[in-house]
């Protein structure tokens, strides 16, 4: 393992000692409890966004703490869910008096813990609702199962519904939105190499120089099949058919986000927007936003992943509104 | 009475240094089939666990208390609250342990709180499939006193675990594998035998 560390188990705390020198005019990081708040944390009378996840994923969560997205961030250890206590303190942190939301990434620990966290929060009477991420299409979603994941979505999620909280809307509305963007976005990734969690210091999964895993997330956890690599518009087909088989997009708007798992370059990544785009005109689906970069990443793992939101006209005000935050800057 | 604080002291300490002892392969069962952190995450929840100093807590049921909301503050993940549910249930019903039957109610109160918080059934691939069978082999052999009804339970949480290899899995990130997931022991499962078998060792 070759990594910029100085001690595996410091690793979130050193990059939240980081973050705190970049962004100090954003954010503040209260270090005992690995929450990055915005700083002007908390806004009388504006409905509370946290969220919240393991690290290893920058710049999400901390990295979207700041105007017009989130109000806090709980930064778990890497991979691994925070802890209650956690996005309890976020919560009591960041509540102006409206609420608070808890944007959840599906998965079973993150679902827990937020789950004990809101529990917490309302027995110190502070107004909580959960919002659970699941647009992970490489999921079969069955009452048998932990359901689809959280992936790329939640960035959309995240900018869409903050952008609302910050204009004044209260906390019913913003739990409708949420619902609305999670039930018309879809996502799937695909990885061309595993990655390396630090304190593990194996690669989390081996591929061949000509194997890629499709329909991976975003933990290093394999996928749902491997594959020999292809071509990259044969790779986006991979990754848009499963989405435009699972929802209905014909004919409408979408935001589409291609979204970089971490050590793939950026030329790559507008390599593979073009496909996507291609594929969609082809479908009959108009983009009208889009967003490519490295977002939600798997630490060093190389790989991308597709995110469909069919968006109406509401969603797509609220994407253009001012967000200033370390990680997505615009119209401010 | 025997199952006093510095019983359950002995008990956590075990099981700690156990977790701590096979951290390594916990985390390597893990990387097979979820997101390879589980023996690191159980590591530092228990260490935090054993460094509670046994004094300040002359009464079992709120050093078990404690020692849950250690966990669920310390380990994260899915483990956390878990385990976290399972030693604060078992130490609300512990009050009242003195003997065999008592006990078995106390650790079955546990495993309801875990199956509450997960929400797993029997043959998901959980810790569950490990702490069910282990808790009926408990109260087969209750009448033959606690330390014969502990290491029944031990044989039989080790059965539960082996078999949950061949199972495909239904809760938490190993569920996101589908039939790749059959063929792997269930880390969760690892974990729980080596809680009832330091049980075994320490609780008589």
């Known amino acids: 393992m070759k990594k910029l560390i100085n001690d ?52 999400l969560h901390g990295g979207f703490v700041g105007l017009g997205m989130l109000d806090a961030a709980c930064a778990g250890e890497v991979f691994t869910s925070p802890v209650p206590d956690q996005m309890f303190a976020a ?14 990434k599906n998965y079973t620990g993150d679902v827990m813990n937020f789950d004990m966290a809101a529990e917490m929060a309302a027995a110190e009477g502070i107004r909580v609702e ?79 120089e000509d194997e890629i895993e499709v329909g991976i997330g975003i933990h290093g956890e394999p996928g749902r099949a491997r594959r020999k690599i292809g071509t990259a518009g044969e790779i986006a087909e991979m990754l848009v058919r499963p989405i435009l088989d699972d929802l209905d997009y014909r004919g409408s708007e979408v935001i589409a986000f291609v979204n970089g798992m971490g050590a793939t370059p950026l030329i790559e990544l507008y390599v593979m927007y073009n496909e996507v785009a291609q594929i969609l005109e082809a479908a009959g689906v108009r983009i009208v936003r889009c967003l490519v970069g490295n977002y939600i990443t798997s630490l060093d793992m190389a790989g991308c992943s597709v995110t469909l939101l069919k968006a109406d006209d509401e969603m797509i005000r609220l994407w253009d509104a001012p967000v200033w935050t370390p990680g997505l800057r615009w119209g401010k | 009475m025997a199952l006093d604080s510095l019983a359950v002291d002995a008990w956590l300490k075990d099981f700690a240094s156990e977790i701590h002892d096979n951290a390594e392969l916990l985390t390597d069962l893990d990387r097979e089939i979820g997101d390879g952190d589980h023996g690191i995450n159980m590591d530092r929840g228990m ?157 008589s």
């Not at chain 2, 490990?130 to 033959?144: I, R, V």
Request: glycine share 12%.
């Open chain 1, 8 to 59: 595996v188990n410091d690793v979130v705390k050193d990059s939240l000692l980081g973050m705190e020198a970049a962004h100090s005019d954003l954010v503040g990081v209260d270090h005992g409890n690995k929450v990055v708040y915005r700083i002007d944390a908390p806004i009388a009378n504006k409905v509370g966004i946290i969220s919240g996840g393991g690290s290893g994923h920058e710049p």
């Open chain 1, 91 to 104: 919560t009591k942190l960041v509540d102006g008096g409206q609420g608070v939301l808890h944007i959840v």
């Open chain 1, 130 to 208: 959960s919002v659970v991420v699941d647009d992970d299409v490489a999921v079969q979603d069955s009452l048998y199962t932990a359901g689809r994941r959280g992936v790329g979505l939640t960035v959309l999620m995240e900018k869409i519904v903050g952008a609302a909280a910050e204009e004044g809307k209260d906390l019913d509305y913003c739990v409708a939105l949420a619902n609305r963007v999670n039930d018309n976005g879809r996502s799937m990734g695909m990885a061309l190499s595993g990655c390396t969690v630090p304190a593990a210091g194996k690669p989390s999964f081996e591929l061949a």
């Open chain 2, 47 to 203: 260490r935090a666990v054993a460094a509670l100093n046994p004094s300040e807590f002359p009464a079992a049921a709120d050093y078990l208390k404690k020692a849950g909301m250690t966990l669920v503050s310390t380990v994260g993940g899915a483990s956390g609250p878990l385990y976290g549910t399972f030693f604060l249930r078992v130490g609300m019903a512990w009050t009242t342990v003195e003997d065999a039957a008592s006990l078995g109610l106390a650790l079955r109160t546990g495993l309801d709180g875990i199956i509450q918080r997960g929400k797993a059934s029997i043959g998901d691939k959980t810790l569950v499939d490990a702490l069910s069978p282990a808790l009926d082999a408990f109260d087969a052999h209750a009448s033959e006193g606690i330390s014969a009804a502990l290491a029944a339970a031990a044989l039989a949480c080790a059965e539960g675990r082996d078999g949950t290899i061949p199972l495909i899995a239904h809760k938490g990130r190993a569920s996101y594998l589908g039939e790749r997931s059959a063929g792997h022991q269930d880390p969760g499962a690892t974990s729980m035998t080596m809680l009832v078998e330091a049980a075994s060792r320490t609780l």
